[in-house]
Structures are given as C-alpha cells and as structure tokens.
C-alpha cells in the first residue's frame, strides 16, 4: 500500500470505533506446540487467489528514510492483492483476507481516492465475482485492516464473523483523519470485529500464538508493527505447511533482503522484531512456505 497510508506519526482519536468482542475461536499456545504440529499430516487444504495487481514506487515497500535502503537501485514493484481458502475437513472453509471489491472506491474519502487512482489498481477479479462459485466462508480470518485486505468484505454477507489482531480497530492515526478509514467502510453493517486473544508465547518465538481449531491445524500469529494487530497465519495443508505473513513482509526486498518498510513511527521497532521473528522461523523450517503480503517468493509477476 502507498507510503502516504503509513505516513502517520501521532495519534488522534476519532469517535467512532467498529465494536470489537475477544474471539471465543482458538486458544493461546506457545512456539514449541506450534513447531511440533509442522510434523503432523496436515488436514487442511490452502489455496492462494489473486484479485488484482498495482505498481508503485518502491519507495512505497520499503523506508527510503532508513539508510539500510540505500543501496536499493530506484524502480518500482509490481504488488498483487491476494486472499488464501483454506479448507478444514472439520470446520469448513475459512478466508485470510478479503479480496476487493468494487463498491469500496466509490464510498472512500476523496483524497484517499486520489491516492487509490495513483496507484492503478488493476483488478482481475472481485469478491463478488469469485463468491457465487464457491461455498461461502464461514468467517473471514484478517491479516489487518488495511484497505487492500479488507475491500473484499463489502462483498460478503454482514453476519460472516471477521478476525483480526487486538489493537486494528482501535488504531487511530492523523493519517486516517486526512483520508478516512476504508476499514469502516467495509465494515459497516456488519457485527463486532472478533479480537483473538493473544497472550505472549512463553516460548518467546512470536509476541503470542493461537492454535485456532484447538488441533494444529491453523495457528494464528501475533506480528505487530505494520499495524498494531497485524496477524499472520499458518496452515498445516495437506501438501505441506504454509505461512502467510501478511504486510509484516510485503515483498522479496522485505524478506530476501531484510530492508526495513515504512512503518509509523510507533511501530517501527516491533515491525522490525515482527520481521525478524518470522524469518528466523523460515529459516529453521525450511519445509514451511512463505506466502509474503504482496509478492510471490518466486515469480516477479505472480
Ligand atoms: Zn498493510
């Protein structure tokens, strides 16, 4: 997403905030649970869809301010907007993130729309398009509530229950006062946000962990710094296990390169603990695929 929706230094407080319950799905865990379940068959399938495509500077991946970006030649990065099914034989279908959807442009404020036209979001397809040829989900796990990975909830039914990390709904920036919340957009008429509830690992691997189906089947983790919720998944699938990130690594330059993204500024440190964390994690599990928030790992295109 555009650095201009990062840009955000102190807090503001805005009055209305989408109402938010503690998940009552999934239960704290710790990093040694979380590593033993890699080696049990996995029950679930995954499938990663693409919605659309932009380009941006790269400016807008990575903190130009940050001398560790120096040496990164100017250009840009082609970015994709993706959501990932996962299917529990159990429990049923399940979404990390929303895909977009076309009726959020014309609602959002209009400077956040000129920056969304800067952009030139190239849209393969939208929420509303993809459902109707599909079960619909049972609820829809977030990674955090960015414009670009919530759009797609204006296309589902209001009473699908939304999970998110704890402090994305609260989370209220000079930023957002300039260019309007999208997330409220795409929330509204729809029931409270489901917080899950977090507690630190004592295993100290993650800032806190969640085995969602109470099986190790999907776990939850705790990435703050992007945004103060910013939640990734992993998923024992049935050909191996995956793991999304979301934007705590939104591209190849994040992760291959370790170089810093922009942040606001009070988010910055765990941004760069969250990164850290998961890299370390990949690197001990290299039987674990990483899904970054908006590239591939291997394919500059995809
Ligand atoms: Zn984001």
Redesign the pocket.
């Known amino acids: 997403?555009p650095v201009l929706?990062?840009a955000s230094g102190g807090c503001a407080t805005v009055a209305a905030v989408h109402p938010v319950v503690v998940s009552e799905l999934g239960a704290p865990s710790r990093a040694s649970a979380l590593e033993a379940s890699l080696s049990q068959r996995g029950v679930v399938t995954f499938e990663r869809v693409v919605f659309a495509r932009w380009t941006a500077g790269r400016g807008a991946f990575i903190d130009r301010d940050d001398p560790r970006t120096a040496g990164v030649p100017k250009g840009t990065e082609e970015a994709v907007i993706y959501a990932y099914v996962i299917d529990h034989p159990r429990f049923g279908r399940y979404l990390i993130d929303s895909g977009v959807s076309a009726d959020l442009e014309p609602r959002l404020n209009p400077l956040m729309r000129r920056a969304l036209r800067d952009l030139n979001i190239r849209v393969e397809q939208t929420t509303a398009e993809w459902l109707p040829r599909r079960a619909s989900p049972r609820a829809v796990f977030l990674?955090?509530l960015?414009?670009?990975?919530v759009g797609g909830l204006l296309d589902m039914s209001a009473d699908t229950p939304v999970y998110v990390g704890r402090g994305d709904a609260e989370e209220r920036s000079w930023t957002y006062r300039l260019i309007g919340r999208p997330a409220d957009i795409a929330l509204e008429g729809k029931g409270p946000l489901h917080e899950w509830a977090f507690t630190p690992d004592p295993d100290g691997a993650f800032a806190g962990i969640i085995d969602i189906f109470g099986d190790g089947s999907v776990w939850a983790l705790s990435l703050p710094g992007?945004?103060p919720g910013?939640t990734g998944y992993l998923i024992n699938a049935v050909d191996g296990p995956k793991l999304v990130v979301?934007?705590a690594v939104?591209t190849r330059l994040g992760w291959e390169q370790a170089m810093p993204q922009p942040a606001p500024a009070s988010g910055r440190v765990e941004a760069e603990a969250s990164a850290d964390r998961l890299r370390r994690f990949a690197a001990a599990h290299p039987q674990v695929e990483v899904f970054l928030?908006h590239q591939s790992r291997t394919n500059q295109t995809d």
């Open positions: 997403m929706l990062f990674t955090h960015h414009f670009d990975h992007h945004s910013s979301g934007d939104s928030g």
